[in-house]
Each structure stands twice: as C-alpha cells, then as structure tokens.
C-alpha cells in the first residue's frame, strides 16, 4: 500500500526524445507536484496541482507539460529531451488547507544521453 | 522571496554522539512552516519533522528535534545519540502559508556517522 508511487523508477534516453513520467497517490490528498532534483542535490519546485487544477508553475522549459487526469494522478510529460534534463524528478502530494507535510514518491533518476 | 540557507556542506560525527545541522530562513511572512527531511543513499525523501512559526516550543520527534530561533530565523536540526543510519543528505525546508504551499529547499548537508 505504497503512499506516492512513481514509474519508471529508472529512465535512460537519448536526446530528442519525448518521454514521460506517472504519479499516483492513494492518500486521498488534493495536491500534487513535481519538483526536480538536480546532480548537485538541489531541490525545486516545478509544478502543483489542486483538485486537477494548475496552481504553480514556475520557471520551466515549454517542453515539460504537466496532466492531471484526476485527483489521483500527476503526470510529467518531457518533449525534446536534452543532457540537462538528467536529474531525478520526484513526486509529492499533500492536502492543501489541512496538512503541513507533503508525502514524497520515490523519485525518477532520468539520465539523457 | 523565499530563502533557506544551510552552510555545512558536509559534517562528521561519531556514533552515539549528537550533531546539529544548521539551517537559516529568510521570509516576510509571519506565517510559515519549517520542515527537516532526510535523504538515504537510496534516494526517497523521509520527512523528519516540523515546527510552525506560531508553535511555541521546539519540536521533537524521536531522537530528533529542532531548535527554532524565530529572532535569529534559525531552525536547526539536532540529532541525539547518533546511529550509522543517520548517514544520509539532510535537506532544510520552508513553506510559507500565504502560498500554495510551496516547499523551497536548502542546499543540504551530508552527514556521516562513523563508528
């Protein structure tokens, strides 16, 4: 009974390609977002969503699109991949109002050769 | 805007011995949430613990605890009796609650545990 769930878990490419990464969360949170984890550890936000709704979205390359189908799920989608898209891209869910700690996936190490 | 600042990059400590990891904020906002998580070489974010700007007294959670300063805008981490598992990247975080609770990160600190 997995909290956030995220597959792949590994993704390697090539350049050009278009790839995409799913989350799902069974916590019944209202919230999701992805953030980025570059190789030098960093950690920042790239898009929310409240109830399928876009409430953040920051200063990110046209080519990655986030969907949210419902509630339930958030997924990223990367056109036109490039060698500095390699990074791990986890998953987070929370409960907008109510809850303080947002619930992590276990990330996506996304390597683009 | 936003800012977490953690200037250890890296810290040592013996097993059984405490540690704390530094973390400075930096908001306008009176209103806001201070978060601890922990990231094994195995990669998956562990939250720690947390304190709210308004909370009184520090918060603990286990062997773990945060000493908050709200004048000096300090939050650190302190880790009592440490374990060889405690080894891991140890990341600082902010939330300021007039947003959408957008979680901004500090740099991290790497901490290891020697026996």
């Known amino acids: 009974d997995t909290a956030v769930s995220q597959t792949p878990k590994y993704l390697v490419t090539q350049m050009g390609n278009d790839k995409s990464i799913k989350c799902e969360q069974n916590?019944?949170?209202?919230?999701m977002y992805w953030y980025k984890q570059d190789s030098k550890k960093f950690l920042k936000i790239m898009f929310s969503?409240?109830?399928?709704?876009?409430?953040i979205n920051e200063t990110v390359p046209n080519r990655f699109s986030p969907k949210s189908p419902d509630k339930a799920h958030l997924n990223l989608h990367i056109n036109s991949l490039e060698l500095g898209d390699s990074a791990v891209y986890f998953c987070?869910?929370?409960?907008?109002?109510?809850?303080?700690?947002?619930?992590f996936g276990p990330g996506t190490r996304l390597t683009v050769t | 805007a936003q800012k977490i600042t953690q200037t250890q990059p890296g810290m040592f400590v013996q097993e059984k011995e405490a540690v704390t990891l530094d973390c400075t904020y930096d908001?306008?906002?009176?209103?806001?949430?201070l978060f601890w998580y922990k990231q094994p070489s195995s990669g998956e974010m562990i939250f720690l613990i947390y304190?709210?700007?308004?909370?009184?007294q520090n918060a603990t959670e286990g062997r773990y605890s945060l000493n908050f300063q709200k004048a000096r805008k300090s939050a650190n981490l302190v880790i009592s009796a440490s374990q060889l598992g405690d080894s891991a990247m140890y990341f600082c975080?902010?939330?300021?609650?007039?947003?959408?609770?957008?979680?901004?990160f500090g740099t991290g600190t790497r901490l290891l545990v020697s026996p």
């Open positions: 987070a869910s929370s409960h907008l109002r109510t809850s303080y700690e947002q619930y």
């Open positions: 304190q709210g700007s308004y909370d009184e």
């Open positions: 969503y409240n109830n399928k709704e876009l409430i």
């Open positions: 916590l019944g949170h209202d919230t």
């Open positions: 908001t306008s906002d009176q209103s806001y949430g």
């Open positions: 975080a902010m939330r300021e609650y007039t947003g959408f609770q957008k979680l901004v």
